[in-house]
């Protein structure tokens, strides 16, 4: 060994000794019982969570369902705008002319009456367990400010068209699936037809009549 690498190893040993002495009057120090407690402790508590999760995981195993089983009926309304509704839309359409020259005003004021248990329709009216009907012809669907609808109502929010009338009035809780309007429907195409035209005439301005 060369003079400058014995000087070496002479520095290392000494650095060696010196941080062995700390270490070990650092454990001195505290019992030495007391730090494999400790070790023990943390060991175990590392152990328990790991093995919970993994146990849990074996228990409470659940197999993801492919179909969901809450469908929410407003949303796929509004996403399915795919062909095949189309088609069931146009099978669905109606002669609205022919139909709506089956009734009459008169006959729509009387028609009206089972409504008026539940709808005021006139300016300025108030809104009862329904809202108020003046001018719905042609107005939005759900779009009375101070009336708080269904969810189902806001999220359909179409025209009141004659033909989207016609077909809510047949069986409203089935056309707009969710509607809190609790009405059978008017079976009769000669009722439906009437209480439009007198729903119409009750506007600002009335739809001209197709
Ligand atoms: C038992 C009470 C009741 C009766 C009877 C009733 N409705 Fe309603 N109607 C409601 C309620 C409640 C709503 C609100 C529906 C919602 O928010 O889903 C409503 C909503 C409507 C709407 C939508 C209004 C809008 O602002 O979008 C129309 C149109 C309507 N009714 C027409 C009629 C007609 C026409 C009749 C009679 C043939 C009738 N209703 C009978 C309770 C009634």
Known sequence: MRLKDAKKFGNFKFFLQNSCYTFVSVYQFMDSFEINKIIAAVLLTALIVIGIGKFTDILFHVEKPQVSAYKVDGLEVASSTDSTSATEKEIEVVDI?????????????????????????????????????????????????????????????????????????????????????????????????????YMNSKGNNPKPLP
């Open 97 to 197: 002319k022919a139909l709506l020259a089956k009734g009459d005003l008169a006959h729509g004021e009387k028609v009206f009456k089972k409504c008026s248990a539940c709808h005021m329709i006139a300016a300025g009216g108030k809104n009862m367990i329904g809202p108020n009907l003046w001018g719905v012809i042609g107005r939005t669907a759900g779009s009375v400010d101070d009336y708080k609808y269904s969810k189902a109502m806001i999220a359909y929010a179409k025209e009141w068209s004659f033909e989207e009338m016609n077909s809510y009035l047949i069986k409203p809780q089935a056309y707009i699936k969710g509607t809190k309007m609790a009405f059978a429907g008017l079976r009769k195409e000669k009722d439906r037809a009437s209480v439009i035209l």
